[in-house]
Structure formats: C-alpha cells, structure tokens
C-alpha cells in the first residue's frame, strides 16, 4: 500500500510529462520525452557508467552521513546534558550555521584541491552541524518529568541517559538524520559538479550537459530523485517506525 502511494503520483507525472514532450512542440535538447530518457538510462546501464557513478555518489554519501551523525550526535548530547559545553559550543555553533556549506566549496578547494577530500570535508561539516542542532535542542526539550520518573524507578548515570533521556530525544534526533541526509545528498551532487572527479551522478550529469545531451541531463536528474527519495522513505523512515512510532513517542499522521 505505501509502495502504491509512493508510486502512483511518480508515474502520473512521467505520464503527463511524455504527452507533454511529445505533443507541445517543443524541442526534444530542451524537453526529452520520457521514453528517451529512459533510453538513456539503459545505454548508461549497458556501458556500466551508471552503476559505476551510483556507487561512487553513494559511497561519497554513506562515508559523510556516517561520520558527520557520529559527530554531530556525539556533540549535541554533550550541549543538551551539560550546561558548560552548551555554553562553550553555542556561539561557534550558531556562527556556523549561518555559512551554507556551498560557500565553504572554494576555500575547501584551496585546501584540498580537487580532490575527493574535499567533498566530504564540506559534506560532514553540513551533516554534523544539522544533527548537532537537533540533538542539541532534542535533549534540551526532554520533559523534565520524564526524568523525575525515571529517577523514581531507580534509573540513575548511563541507565537515565540511555533508557530515559535519549529515548525521550530520538524524535528531533531522528527528524535531523533525515534533514542532514537530504541537504548531504544535494550538497552532493552540487559537489560532483565543481571537483574533477571521474565518476558520480553529479559528474555525469554535469557531463551531459557539456555534450548537449539533455536526455543523459534528465536521466542522471530522475537517479538523483528516486535514490534519494527511497533512501528517505525506506530506511530513515523505517529507522524511524522501528523506534520512536513502535515506542509510542510519536505518531503516524492520518
């Protein structure tokens, strides 16, 4: 049922833009029909260029997400529980948020040159300061009768940390897994565009578009779109039914 929700409204688009295409006049370098596009996507499958650039994107994507939430975690519980480090990491924290890490691309390239270093450097650095926001304010909000309950029930330490106050935490944390993912996925390929690199769909698509081919433009776009969009609903949404909805701490919408 879900598969169909999320199915449905995709291929009335892909329907509508076919007729489109085909029937508006306009020049198929500017607006392929859907048909070449997906011509397009075979060929790169049969030549191998576009698993070859799905892995390169994606291994780019995991290793920065991974290390950039590991971070990220680690510093917002700090800020949340102690008072001190709220204290200290705050200002840098707010000063860093208001750099986007496109404008940070340049100055990683001056230190890094074109490299892959230099896309993950900004792709952690974007990760870490959305989770660390949202951990931050998650652990800050925990009702503070919630942990007067779990003090009563004896849970004192690392037992009122992990059974109560994280528990309590997760939605905001959960909810900055996903923002962070979605802005390292489009920082991403931005990035693909701008680094010599020699594979990923950010390079292929930039790629494309040198050689005029729109339908190769479109092609690597509808990856981008279907990749990010069943990583979305199928694991961090699934992380987030298996704990915060199972544990009752949040509800489906109806």
Known sequence: ?????????????????????????MPAALLPPVSAIFSALVRMAEQGTLWIDIWSSFRRLIQSVFLGSLAGTLIGVLMGYYRIWERILAPPLN??????????????????????????????????????????????????????????FGATGPSLFWRVLIPAALPSMIAGYRLAFSRCWRILIIAEMLVSVTAGLGYRIYWGREFFNSDVVYAGLLVVGIIGLVMERVFLRGLEVATVERWGTMREAN
Do not use: C
């Open 95 to 152: 000063f860093l948020l208001a750099i986007p890490g496109t404008a940070l691309f340049p100055l990683s390239m001056i230190w890094f040159g074109l490299t892959e270093l230099a896309i993950t450097t900004i792709l952690i650095y974007e990760v870490a300061l959305t989770v660390t926001l949202n951990t931050w304010t998650g652990v800050r909000t925990v009702d503070s009768s919630l942990i007067r309950a779990g003090k009563a």
């Open 1 to 25: 049922k879900n598969l169909a929700f999320l199915a449905i409204p995709i291929l009335v688009l892909l329907a509508l833009w076919e007729l489109v295409a085909r029937f508006s006049g």
